[in-house]
């Protein structure tokens, strides 16, 4: 399987991007997981439905199946902060492409995606991880790069980009363990 980052500051589009390039990989017969990190309390779950009762009452998992789906939901008694590679971890074997979106700060191999116009830093002078930046003004980068830089506004060409390296995006757990 193959593993790339996506990083950037909220509201840089790293979303948009990765929403994106789902199809363009669905397209060339690729599978592919999103491993997301959310900054808030979030739920999947509402009250009423027999999971969220599950949960309310106390149970540290539901997992929840149909013929066509599966969902797990696991409560932490105590906040726990799970690194991309245990999440990385609890995904199906059988994926091509993870696209992970957030955990800026990780050892995985990332395309930053940055915007002028947002007012924030760029991460790709300060970051080894960074090979590659994805911009909507590629004239505004604050500093030059041997980075390549990317159209943020064509996902193809980033999918394209990505399939062409794909080798440098190969995961081996074991690096990480």
Same mark, same amino acid.
């Given at each position: 399987?193959? *593993?790339? /980052?996506?990083? /950037?500051?909220?509201?840089? /589009?790293?979303?948009?991007?990765?929403?994106? =390039?789902?199809?363009?990989?669905?397209?060339?017969?690729?599978?592919? %997981?999103?491993?997301?990190?959310? #900054? #808030?309390?979030?739920?999947?779950?509402?009250?009423?439905?027999?999971?969220?009762? #599950?949960?309310?009452? /106390?149970?540290?998992? *539901?997992?929840?199946? %149909?013929?066509?789906? =599966?969902?797990?939901?696991?409560?932490?008694?105590?906040?726990?902060?799970?690194?991309?590679?245990?999440?990385?971890?609890?995904?199906?074997?059988?994926?091509?492409?993870?696209?992970?979106?957030?955990?800026?700060?990780?050892?995985?191999?990332?395309?930053?995606?940055?915007?002028?116009?947002?007012?924030?830093?760029? =991460?790709?002078?300060?970051?080894?991880?960074?090979?590659?930046?994805?911009?909507?003004?590629?004239?505004?980068?604050?500093?030059?790069?041997?980075?390549?830089?990317?159209?943020?506004?064509?996902?193809?060409?980033?999918?394209?980009?990505?399939?062409?390296?794909?080798?440098?995006?190969?995961?081996?757990?074991?690096?990480?363990?």
């Amino acid at each position: 399987m193959k *593993v790339v /980052g996506f990083a /950037g500051f909220s509201g840089s /589009g790293k979303t948009t991007l990765v929403e994106s =390039l789902i199809p363009a990989f669905k397209l060339r017969g690729l599978r592919v %997981s999103v491993v997301k990190h959310a #900054h #808030h309390k979030f739920d999947i779950d509402y009250p009423g439905k027999d999971t969220w009762r #599950h949960r309310e009452a /106390g149970a540290f998992e *539901v997992v929840v199946a %149909s013929s066509q789906r =599966l969902a797990l939901i696991r409560e932490f008694e105590r906040p726990a902060q799970l690194t991309v590679h245990q999440l990385i971890a609890e995904l199906y074997e059988g994926v091509d492409w993870v696209l992970v979106e957030g955990f800026k700060d990780s050892n995985l191999l990332k395309i930053e995606v940055w915007r002028a116009d947002a007012g924030k830093p760029a =991460l790709y002078r300060n970051d080894d991880f960074i090979v590659a930046i994805a911009t909507d003004a590629p004239q505004r980068l604050p500093e030059s790069t041997l980075r390549p830089v990317l159209d943020l506004n064509d996902a193809q060409s980033v999918g394209q980009w990505l399939i062409d390296n794909q080798d440098r995006f190969e995961y081996r757990p074991e690096i990480f363990a």
